[in-house]
């Protein structure tokens, strides 16, 4: 087993439509707005930038994110990502039998920062909670805006 790969899945039911969930989830530069552990999101050019993590463990993540699908049709965002994490992200988003969204978040990466690296086994459990906790607020954050925004028309 390779103690620094990891695989995420996370699933938030958001109460508004698919199409108003990935007009949010899009915008990334709006991330820090919502999600808390998202520290800061930088702008490279159209397709890619840096964005800084910090949740409950004391350092912080950063990395470089490329666009690698953009599909508004079917729902689906991804990234390629490289620095401390290299790998890759993506939402898939369906719309739930009550009328709200289905966001699933899958990623795939493997850690490259060193201190992370060197503390592989005994940290991962530590590792994993930060990462589930992460995910938790940030489906708190989306569905708080997401309220706060109100209903919004589906986009063409």
Sequence with gaps: MDWC????????????????????????QDYPAWWPQVREV??????SGTARFR?????????????????????????????DLDGWARWTLTSAP?????????????VRKPLLR????????????NHALMMRAGSRGLAARLDREGPHPARP
């Design 118 to 129: 060197r503390l592989a086994v005994p940290g991962r459990p530590l590792l994993l909670l």
């Design 42 to 47: 930088t702008p490279l050019d159209d397709h």
């Design 5 to 28: 790969h990891y695989r995420f899945r996370s699933v938030w039911n958001l109460r508004a439509e698919p199409a108003v969930v990935y007009a949010a989830l899009e915008r990334v």
């Design 55 to 83: 949740s409950l463990l004391p350092y912080d993540l950063v990395i470089t994110a490329r666009e690698r699908s953009r599909d508004p049709e079917r729902g689906v965002l991804a990234i390629t990502m490289t620095g």
């Design 98 to 110: 009550d009328g709200g969204t289905r966001a699933r978040y899958d990623q795939e990466v493997d």
